[in-house]
């Protein structure tokens, strides 16, 4: 899921790069891509949050003993 979404952010910074060269100045239809961006980068920072507190949880978790007598 993070993969996909890091690679619609890199298409994006690409159509932002295309628009500009064509254009030659920073246009509406640019806000609207960094505006794109800007989501999937929170969509990200969001993924990327619940994998850290999976692995935290995973690593804080007391391993059983148990010790038979």
């Known amino acids: 899921m993070v993969q996909e979404l890091y690679k619609q952010k890199r298409s994006l910074e690409l159509k932002w790069q295309l628009e500009y060269e064509q254009e030659g100045k920073y246009t509406l239809n640019m806000v609207q891509i960094d505006n794109a961006i800007k989501n999937i980068i929170t969509e990200i920072k969001a993924e990327e949050s619940k994998i850290a507190d999976r692995e935290n949880a995973i ?11």
């Open 59 to 69: 690593k804080s978790a007391a391993p059983e003993v148990s010790v038979a007598t």
